[in-house]
């Protein structure tokens, strides 16, 4: 079990390594309990272990495992203590304190810690390399103390920073990347809410086009836009699973009235 009180430290990262390693990149299961957390979708799961893996190995690895129901918990518990041949469990959770006891006492557990600042500077020195950009210090160490020892927030901050860039990259290009894949469809995809939104994307789109034609200050817009972008999926991270519909359509509204000043 991988457990840190902060997210994005890289739990389900090296799960998926152990998982690699132990199947030899045989049968991986993932189970995100942000959206399979109650008692019948962990029956489906223990149903198919009654068949023996492909390759003779499995692993399964269960996200957000704190938000599976108690009668999941339980249903899991039984299989936990005569757990099928060959089969690995991986839990991955940023509150262990809401796992039934009865679970965290038959696992393995290892704490991850928050990255600190000095290790977040020297990933963004590899990483500067690696995408060939440069940065000012002074806004290493503000993306770095923002990020709150999450490397993933840290690595979300270091890639929507286009200071050094916006003046070469057209804004419809440069919008459709943020909007279409970066952050906006990323957030519908992550929190299963693409159908729920999909026509308001398209309107947006539509909207940023016509915007672009028409005004000459799209620089201004991209970099409102961007900022507002990147503080919603950073938020998204932190925040109850209930409330990100309903911010993600506020961001949504917010673009909409950034585009009609």
């Known amino acids: 079990m991988f457990h840190s009180k902060v997210p994005g430290v890289g739990k389900t990262t090296l799960a998926r390594i152990i998982a690699g390693i132990y199947t030899n990149n045989g049968t991986i299961i993932e189970l995100d309990a942000a959206q399979n957390s109650g008692v019948d979708e962990i029956r489906n799961l223990l149903d198919s272990l009654r068949y023996a893996p492909i390759g003779g190995s499995r692993a399964i690895i269960l996200d957000e495992a704190h938000l ?27 509150n262990i304190n809401k796992i039934l006891p009865t679970i965290v006492s038959r696992s393995l557990s290892f704490e991850l810690n928050p990255f600190t600042t000095n290790e977040l500077l020297e990933y963004a020195e590899y990483y500067s390399k690696a995408k060939s950009k440069t940065y000012e210090h002074s806004k290493l160490l503000k993306y770095a103390k923002d990020s709150k020892g999450s490397i993933r927030t840290f690595i979300n901050l270091l890639e929507a920073d286009q200071s050094d860039i916006l003046e070469e990259i057209n804004f419809i290009d440069m919008l459709n990347d943020i909007i279409s894949k970066k952050n906006i469809y990323h957030l519908l995809d992550k929190y299963n809410t693409i159908d729920f939104y999909s026509s308001g994307i398209e309107s947006l789109n539509e909207k940023i086009i016509n915007q672009y034609k028409e005004n000459s200050n799209s620089l201004s817009y991209s970099k409102k836009i961007q900022k507002l972008l990147l503080n919603t999926y950073i938020l998204a991270d932190q925040l109850p699973k209930h409330f990100i519909k309903q911010m993600i359509n506020i961001t949504l509204i917010e673009i909409m009235e950034i585009l009609d000043e």
């Open 68 to 94: 599976i129901t108690n009668s999941a918990g339980s249903a899991l518990l039984k299989t936990l203590e005569e757990p099928p041949d060959n089969t690995l469990f991986i839990f991955c959770t940023t």
